[in-house]
Structures are given as structure tokens and as C-alpha cells.
């Protein structure tokens, strides 16, 4: 199940790269709080119960995430953003170089 989700999520990101989306990616602070930086504004956020990430607080989420330890998410981005250099699309992750470290 884990390789049919990265093999749809690469497959999609390749397919589309002139379009990265701008999704949070979120971290827990407490059960019941959590932190969201988008991933090409660079926007952070809260989440709790009185800050919901749309209809989400952070205890809806935590059900919903898909959970990646940080030194993954660093190899993971890093290959992302050599793709998309690759593929002329870095206009939309230019920021991220900076931002690397997990």
C-alpha cells in the first residue's frame, strides 16, 4: 500500500510539475496541536481546536496524516525540487533550497 501511494504520488508530480501544488505539510506540537507550513508559500499555520485547518482541528488530522519522519521528508524534497530543476519548473520551489533542512 505505502509503494502504491509514493509510486502515485511520483507519477503524478512528474506528470504535472509545471503546477506544484500548494499543500500543507504538518508537524504535532501535542496531541492536540500541530503546525502547517505550505509547501511552495511557505505559509505557517496553527492547527487546534480553535484554529482548524479548514473542517480539521489537529485531532481530525491526526487520523487523516500520513506521517513521514523529517529526515525523509528532506531526501524526499531534495529529489523533488532536483526534478523539477531537471524539468524546468523550479519557478514555483525556488524558495524551498533554503528551506531544506528538516
Not at 3 to 23: G, H, K, R, T, Y
Not at 36 to 50: A, H, Q, R
Not at 52 to 65: E, H, I, N, V, Y
Amino acid at each position: 500500500m505505502n509503494s502504491l501511494l509514493l509510486l502515485i504520488f511520483l507519477s503524478l508530480f512528474l506528470n504535472s510539475c509545471a503546477s506544484v501544488p500548494d499543500v500543507p505539510l504538518c508537524a504535532e506540537i501535542s496531541l492536540s496541536k500541530g503546525t502547517c507550513t505550505y509547501t511552495v508559500s511557505g505559509k505557517n499555520v496553527i492547527v487546534d481546536d480553535d484554529h482548524p485547518l479548514g473542517k480539521d482541528t489537529w485531532w481530525d488530522l491526526r487520523s487523516k496524516a500520513l506521517t513521514v519522519p523529517a529526515d525523509s521528508w528532506a531526501k524526499l524534497k531534495a529529489f523533488l525540487i532536483k526534478m523539477c530543476k531537471q524539468n524546468r519548473c523550479d519557478v514555483d520551489i525556488s524558495s524551498w533550497d533554503r528551506d531544506l533542512k528538516p
